[in-house]
């Protein structure tokens, strides 16, 4: 068993959503989060309110799986991201379980 925790801009959550069901995962859970990056740009000291920066809006999914599941899924957002004009690629992490009920 493995616990997949996938975070994505809000505009590629249909994207995501398909992805989940190519790589077969039908149960997982998700939240609305705020993405945040520190960065020292033009554009942040040049904001009205340079000590406040805004986050972007996210996604996050989670699902407990197989690894068989995992492997496709990574596949899946492998090559997603390689098609991306973005510095905010689709991230996903995979950790063991070592015991559930």
């Known amino acids: 068993m493995k616990l997949i925790i996938v975070t994505a801009l809000h505009e590629f959550q249909k994207q995501v959503l398909k992805i989940f069901r190519e790589a077969n995962i039908e149960a997982f859970s998700s939240s609305e989060i705020d993405g945040y990056k520190t ?3 033009l554009v942040t000291t040049q904001s009205w309110f340079p000590g406040e920066q805004g986050g972007n809006e996210s ?4 699902s407990f799986t197989e690894e068989e599941k995992v492997k496709k899924l990574f596949e899946l957002l492998r090559k997603f991201n390689s098609g991306l004009k973005t510095d905010n690629p689709v991230r996903a992490i995979v950790l063991n379980v070592e015991e559930h009920i």
């Not at 996604?59 to 989670?62: D, I, L, R, T, V």
């Open 59 to 62: 996604s996050m999914f989670f």
């Open 39 to 41: 960065t020292n740009s």
